[in-house]
């Protein structure tokens, strides 16, 4: 798998695995807009057919860089992919002189905050019942830093 920039054709794809990973998935044209947007990059793990293994979009701005999402194909998942990702974020943001990373992750995901953990991130709060649930019930967003 190769680490390319998003192109806006592959917007609807993008969409589609969002839709196979998170609870609230973005639409495609909300990755267009994300590609449209100076200050955002997003980033596409893509095969040699050009299938989108994962993908990460971030945004840095004034110093700051804050990982908006990061999802990796169900059937591709503990294979590294995410690792990549978050190396490809730490590249950028150290090209733009970012001194900060951040990100919320729901409190449930247990498993995305380990990988967090594992490169250098630690909890610095927490925002109530910020993520909705189904059934009208809401869940806290656990709020992770990384300095550079």
């Not at 004034?62 to 059937?75: D, K, M, N, Q, W």
Request: hydrophobic residues 45%; charged residues 20%; aromatic residues 10%.
């Amino acid at each position: 798998m190769i680490i390319r920039p998003a192109l806006p054709a592959d917007c609807s794809a993008l969409a589609a695995l969002d839709a196979q990973c998170n609870p609230s998935p973005w639409s495609a044209a909300q990755f267009q807009t994300a590609l449209n947007n100076r200050f955002d990059s997003v980033t596409v793990l893509a095969e040699a057919d050009g299938t989108i293994g994962g993908f990460a979009v971030w945004q840095t701005l004034c110093g700051e860089s804050e990982l908006h999402l990061i999802a990796t194909a169900p059937v591709r998942r503990r294979a590294g992919l995410a690792s990549r990702l978050m190396a490809a974020w730490f590249h950028t943001a150290a090209v733009q002189h970012a001194e900060r990373l951040f990100l919320e992750v729901r409190a449930a995901n247990l498993a995305a905050q380990a990988l967090y953990r594992k490169h250098g991130f630690s909890e610095y709060g927490r925002r109530k019942a910020y993520y909705p649930l189904p059934g009208g019930a809401w869940e806290d967003a656990v709020l992770m830093e990384k300095l550079c």
